[in-house]
């Protein structure tokens, strides 16, 4: 009977890897489309048939690389257009997650305000043109290794959930960051508290002058540092992560500074659902930018594109206070921003014999960004455990998006947790410059000695 079971388990195990094997380049045909029907990166051009969802109409670059956050006057300036509640669940239907449902149902307070849609996300032409180079070159082995794949985003033309999950992790960031990330953990009474981070971050991948590109087995593509700042209970501690392709030893390296032994380690638990440093155990490290880290653990369906009321251009909300933002059970609905917009939906099913404390997740990922807006998070009995929600605001001065804030809701306790909160900190640096060494054990054990 033991026996019946293992081998039970090994052809589940075999039959979900078959499942994901190699992913085919797209057809210079089929490639074609980008720029005509299909904007430069992949998005449907036109608008849907009512109008709800205009065409593309992208916006120019503007703005400074440091000291201001982004704006709009234009699409700040709208009205709504309609608020969801609880009883008007019914009237949209599946264009809500069942995250959005779940808090429209348990909390009567709980609203979502929806404006005008606006289809304004653009990027540099360099990443126009390696994109269309790498839809026809560019294929993914398995889950975890993009082969022949440079600069731009790697699958503008989608076959499998995988490779959408990859176009959201090597989007064009600008090449260098340096952010000061604000994070709230806000109890069901609405006290929140603190903590300070200062990222640096250095992409290589899509890097504007010099693109290093994957490789099967050869897939770095970020260096990441963060160090708290507050509470005191936790500040001087250091996360490095040279993020590569890949899994095991191919994959991501990682190392800890901590204060209280003065010196920085390999960290190999800097992966999955370990928690983030700080973070109180409600955030892990796989939720940090909505999703990354390695994708072996689970299966990954392309379910299709779907138009969905989504979180999109929060500029207000990115530059509010966190005072205004603090609400019990939930950030304010009252400064974020609703729209309709079409989505990439992909479902994460655990393989068997994998372990992880998602049993599966819905991911919805915007068509114009690759950015992922949403994900329902089900744990293994099936029920609806944590809801992301990622407040999407452009940067027209590095031609990018971020997700500011992020939320993470936690429905069996009543408490949300907030994450790349700017507003009361300084605005990114993108002009940040990083000498040769910086992002290596040895040179942040030699920093934080000093």
Same mark, same amino acid.
């Given at each position: 009977?033991?026996?019946?079971?293992?081998?039970?388990?090994?052809?589940?195990?075999? /039959?979900?890897?078959?499942?994901?094997?190699?992913?085919?380049?797209?057809?210079?045909?089929?490639?074609?489309?980008?720029?005509?029907?299909?904007?430069? $990166?992949?998005?449907?051009?036109?608008?849907?048939?009512?109008?709800? $969802?205009?065409?593309?109409? @992208?916006? @120019?670059?503007?703005?400074?690389?440091?000291? !201001?956050?982004?704006?709009?006057?234009?699409?700040?300036a709208d009205k709504p257009i309609d608020t969801i509640t609880a009883a008007s669940i019914a009237k949209y239907g599946d264009q809500l997650s069942e995250g959005s449902k779940y808090l429209l149902k348990t909390f009567p307070n709980y609203k979502m305000i929806v404006y005008p849609s606006h289809r304004t996300v653009s990027w540099p032409d360099f990443i126009y043109k390696s994109t269309a180079a790498n839809a026809t070159t560019c294929e993914l082995k398995g889950t975890d290794d993009p082969d022949n794949c440079v600069q731009g985003f790697p699958f503008p033309i989608p076959k499998s959930g995988?490779?959408?999950?990859? *176009?959201?992790?090597?989007?064009?960031?600008?090449?260098?960051?340096?952010?000061? *990330?604000?994070?709230?953990?806000?109890?069901?009474?609405?006290?929140?508290?603190?903590? &300070?981070?200062?990222?640096?971050?250095?992409?290589?991948?899509?890097?504007?002058?010099?693109?290093?590109? /994957?490789?099967?087995?050869?897939?770095?593509?970020?260096?990441?540092? %963060?160090?708290? +700042?507050?509470?005191?209970?936790?500040?001087?501690? +250091?996360?490095?992560?040279?993020?590569?392709? =890949?899994?095991?030893?191919?994959?991501?390296?990682?190392?800890?500074?901590?204060?209280?032994?003065?010196?920085?380690?390999?960290?190999?638990?800097?992966?999955?659902?370990?928690?983030?440093?700080?973070?109180?155990?409600?955030?892990?490290?796989? &939720?940090?930018?909505?999703?990354? =880290?390695?994708?072996?653990?689970?299966?990954?369906?392309?379910?299709?594109?779907?138009? +969905? $009321?989504?979180?999109? *251009?929060?500029?207000?909300?990115?530059?509010?206070?966190?005072?205004?933002?603090?609400?019990?059970?939930?950030? *304010?609905?009252?400064?974020?921003?609703?729209?309709?917009?079409?989505?990439?939906?992909? !479902?994460?099913?655990?393989?068997?014999?994998?372990?992880?404390?998602?049993?599966?997740?819905?991911?919805?990922?915007?068509?114009? %960004?690759?950015?992922?807006?949403?994900?329902?998070?089900?744990?293994?009995?099936?029920? /609806?455990?944590?809801?992301?929600?990622?407040?999407?605001?452009? &940067?027209?001065?590095?031609?990018?998006?971020?997700?500011?804030?992020?939320? $993470?809701?936690?429905?069996?306790?009543?408490?949300?947790?907030?994450?790349?909160?700017?507003?009361? =900190?300084?605005?990114?640096?993108?002009?940040?410059?990083?000498?040769?060494?910086?992002?290596?054990?040895?040179?942040?054990? &030699?920093?934080?000695?000093?």
């Open positions: 009977m033991k026996n019946m079971k293992r081998l039970s388990m090994c052809s589940a195990m075999l /039959l979900a890897l078959v499942a994901q094997g190699a992913m085919a380049k797209v057809g210079a045909d089929e490639a074609a489309k980008l720029g005509g029907a299909l904007t430069p $990166i992949g998005a449907e051009k036109a608008g849907n048939k009512d109008g709800s $969802i205009p065409a593309w109409t @992208p916006a @120019p670059q503007k703005g400074k690389l440091s000291g !201001e956050f982004a704006s709009d006057a234009a699409i700040e995988a490779e959408v999950i990859w *176009n959201h992790r090597l989007k064009w960031r600008g090449d260098t960051v340096r952010r000061n *990330n604000d994070q709230l953990n806000v109890d069901a009474s609405g006290h929140g508290q603190t903590a &300070q981070l200062v990222e640096d971050i250095s992409f290589l991948y899509a890097n504007s002058v010099n693109p290093v590109p /994957l490789k099967e087995g050869k897939g770095l593509f970020l260096y990441y540092l %963060s160090k708290i +700042m507050s509470p005191a209970r936790t500040a001087g501690t +250091m996360i490095l992560v040279n993020e590569s392709a =890949g899994v095991g030893a191919s994959g991501r390296a990682a190392w800890l500074y901590a204060p209280a032994l003065k010196r920085i380690r390999r960290a190999p638990a800097v992966c999955c659902d370990n928690p983030y440093e700080g973070s109180d155990g409600q955030q892990f490290y796989d &939720q940090v930018d909505m999703y990354n =880290g390695v994708l072996e653990r689970y299966t990954w369906k392309l379910v299709g594109k779907k138009e +969905m $009321i989504i979180p999109y *251009n929060n500029f207000k909300m990115s530059r509010a206070k966190y005072a205004e933002i603090v609400n019990p059970n939930f950030p *304010n609905p009252n400064v974020a921003r609703y729209e309709k917009h079409r989505v990439w939906v992909v !479902e994460a099913n655990l393989v068997p014999g994998e372990r992880h404390t998602y049993a599966k997740r819905t991911l919805y990922v915007d068509e114009d %960004s690759w950015d992922i807006v949403m994900i329902d998070c089900y744990d293994a009995k099936g029920a /609806l455990f944590n809801f992301q929600e990622g407040f999407l605001t452009p &940067q027209p001065n590095v031609q990018t998006v971020f997700t500011v804030p992020e939320v $993470i809701h936690h429905f069996d306790s009543g408490r949300y947790f907030m994450t790349a909160l700017q507003a009361e =900190g300084k605005p990114n640096d993108y002009s940040v410059k990083y000498p040769d060494g910086f992002f290596t054990d040895s040179a942040v054990q &030699q920093r934080a000695s000093k």
